[in-house]
């Protein structure tokens, strides 16, 4: 990604963008593609799902009716659903998610013509965008490398034969070399698999919410366009004799009627994007948290170094959603202080009412909810924790 300076903001987003559209490509999923085609990568996706889907059943069914280990085969089935979700909303939602990425950069590309404040905010909203890439991508990287290489660590360290995933293959043995190695393989298939689709996926959902604060920046720039018309307003006031006709009314119902435009876009957007992805939202959100509840259990019976990573994983999916939602929170404050802080009494009787109706609905923004019910913060994030350690302690005291 080249710098800021050198490089328009639309220029910068388009680029972004199809980085983040080689990931979700790579599993077989173009979502920026006009028509949405299949090919051998996706079949290698669906096969990853289904195979782990059986296998996982498989070891749950088939262990003689031990809790331990039941609850150790189902440990990871919240990242199957979480991927399934992420998977699922870039089939069936292909259209939506494109019409999108493609809405936004419209915008970059018309509102970076229109000054150096513009063009500035744009750049600066994704210097952030990728300062939270670079974060995700780090994460997501040393936990999914330590669980491919732990099991061929304890190989070499003491013979000890671990599996990554905590499930076995019907008929193929881990006692044997190939029926280890066949295995391996399988389940380094599934981490791939995962590991490119939990950041893929987060990074479209990214992309999408994050301009919400792009957005709200832009609306920030247009305010301030009118107050500084309507400062200048007050001081021609100041300086004719009463009852002279102030000039520029033109341009100051001009500049109100754009920002309460933008302020039905702004609108808009957050409800598209919210009929987007809030199901994945739910589903990443409730089944990392899960998954938490049983890999803390489990280690709370007996330490597995596979699902304590894995726990730290689910946690990390988690909070990142929940940190961003909090972020976005901001956002909407952002607006409504902003639309608050308009020299509304410079402005006449006609354009009072305008500016009162979008103050009005500034005060119920549409912001992204878990289920509907729950908002998207870091408060839910902790809530959610404090509940399925409670069900964690719940379930140890009856085993």
Known sequence: MKTSVAVNPSIRFRELTKEINSLTNFLGVDVMAPILKFNYRTGTTIFAIVSYTAFAVFSVVNNG?????????????????????????????QKNMRNLTLFTRSIYEEYEERGMSYRTALNTNIDKLISLIRVIRNGYFITFFIMTFLPLARLFYDGTRVTAMQYVIPGVPLESNIGYTVTYFVQLISMVVTAVGFYGGDLFVFLGLTQILTFADLMQIKIDELNESLEEKAQSRALLPVGFQIKGEEKRHHLLLEIIKWHQLFTDYCRTVNAIYHELIATQVLTMGISMMISFSINLSGFNLSLAIFFVISAYSMSIYCFLGTKLEFGYDQIYESICNVAWYELNADQRKLFGVMLRESQHPPTIKILGIMSLSVKTALQIVKLMYSVSMMMMNRS
Do not use: I, Y
């Open 65 to 93: 009716g031990d809790l331990v280990e039941s609850l150790k085969a189902s440990s990871m089935l919240g990242g199957l659903f979480h991927g399934l979700g992420k998977f699922l909303t870039c089939l069936l939602k």
